[in-house]
């Protein structure tokens, strides 16, 4: 017996310990937020119920196995027995029994996560007052995600086509800002494949269809910074498909919508102006940047088939949610993204024939140089406190 309590210890302790992190960053059983709260009043007592059954089952097995062990003390078997009515109408029942409940519960749960508030709030927006039912545009694709914020609401629009979803006030990518205390309510759609959105300490995972809408939402208790993870296989880069729920107080988000709603700003120095002329004739094909290459002007785009790129350093990750803009002392992080621009495959891999993902740009050194100079006057440097709190792996 001593011979094989040890090992199984020390095996089962590995096994406990592996499960155990701090700063586990997709940890489902922290919610912060009254959805994730709702699902997690439902699994803790169904783990538990579970674990005694667990226990009571393999415990039950275990003594039978040591019980009954043939020794080889005596040739004589314990007495046979053929069938117990009673004990099999007994162990039909109480799973049965036990079942039920849990399934009445997540009945009740899966309601109440399907049931959308109607909660609205005051927001200025390029100057005019408007209420706003806070609401976000979410579009999966291979491999980052989009979130398009219309402040008029998305009623009357027609955003049964990913490939071409009405101008928005807002387009960011892999950061979600949303605004603290409010139920958020996600209409997602894909560009390409089935893909998944989670956040687990604001919600449950919700899949993203192509050619269909799907509804979720995401409400934060208290400001902060939510981890997420595609969770649908989609692809190469599945697992570097990430993303951030960055929720704000109510007037640091405002704040973020009034910078948020500007166009990009002209570049004065000049290798930033001969960044922005590389821009137009190389990156303008996928990416769009507003007052530069936006619909208003009439380009012909592949339009969003990239992220807009018209405040990316109000942004701290880039290349969906896998790479820090900023270093820990919040300079640009140059190096990894003169990588990012030199060979973006090597960085990220993305399928060779090259249609999703950002391709090798063939760029030289200098052009880099420019590009990364028009890229540094988009948009305004966040604070160091959201720099670090949303730094990657
Ligand atoms: Cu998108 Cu996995």
């Known amino acids: 017996m001593q011979r094989f309590l040890r090992p199984a210890g020390m095996v089962g302790a590995l096994l406990a310990?592996?499960?155990?992190?701090a700063d586990a960053e997709l940890d489902t059983l922290t919610p912060k937020g009254p959805d994730a709260r709702t699902i997690d009043a439902l699994s803790d007592p169904v783990f538990l119920v579970a674990g005694v059954v667990f226990i009571i089952i393999f415990g039950g097995t275990g003594y039978l196995w040591w019980r009954f062990r043939d020794d080889?003390?005596?040739?004589?078997?314990?007495?046979?027995?053929?069938?117990?009515?009673?004990?099999?109408?007994?162990?039909?029942?109480?799973?049965?029994?036990?079942?039920?409940v849990i399934g009445v519960f997540t009945i009740i749960t899966l309601t109440d996560l399907n049931r959308y508030e109607d909660n609205a709030m005051a927001l200025s927006v390029d100057g005019d007052t408007t209420t706003w039912e806070p609401e976000v545009v979410v579009v999966g694709q291979q491999w980052w995600w989009e979130y398009r914020y219309y402040f008029g609401g998305t009623e009357g629009l027609d955003l049964s086509d990913a490939r071409h979803l009405p101008p928005a006030d807002i387009v960011t990518a892999n950061q979600l800002v949303i605004p603290v205390g409010q139920e958020i309510e996600l209409k997602?759609?894909?560009?390409?494949?089935?893909?998944?959105?989670?956040?687990?300490?604001?919600?449950?995972?919700?899949?993203?269809?192509p050619g269909r809408t799907t509804y979720w939402k995401l409400e934060a208790e208290e400001p902060g910074v939510y981890f997420g993870q595609c969770t649908e296989f989609c692809g190469l880069s599945h697992s570097r498909m990430r993303m951030q729920a960055v929720a704000l107080s109510p007037a640091d988000f405002q704040a973020w919508v009034d910078q948020q709603v500007q166009p990009a700003a002209e570049p004065t120095d000049p290798a930033a102006i001969a960044g922005m002329a590389i821009f137009e004739s190389q990156c303008a094909r996928c990416h769009v940047i507003d007052g530069v290459n936006d619909e208003t002007k009439g380009a012909d785009l592949i339009a969003n088939a990239a992220p807009n790129l018209t405040h990316l350093m109000s942004r701290t990750t880039y290349a969906g949610g896998i790479f820090n803009l900023y270093e820990p002392d919040g300079s640009l992080d140059r190096t990894q993204l003169e990588a990012w621009l030199r060979n973006a495959p090597a960085e990220k891999p993305a399928y060779a024939e090259g249609r999703r993902g950002m391709p090798a740009m063939g760029l030289g050194e200098t052009e880099i140089d420019d590009v990364v100079a028009y890229l540094e006057t988009l948009g305004t440097r966040p604070s160091m406190d959201v720099i670090v709190a949303t730094e990657v792996e």
Request: with cysteine; glycine share 6%; net charge negative.
């Open 17 to 21: 310990l592996a499960g155990c992190a």
């Open 72 to 100: 080889h003390s005596d040739e004589e078997y314990p007495e046979q027995v053929h069938g117990n009515f009673r004990l099999e109408i007994l162990w039909t029942i109480i799973p049965t029994v036990i079942l039920v």
């Open 188 to 209: 997602m759609s894909s560009r390409d494949v089935i893909h998944s959105h989670w956040i687990p300490a604001l919600n449950g995972k919700r899949d993203v269809v």
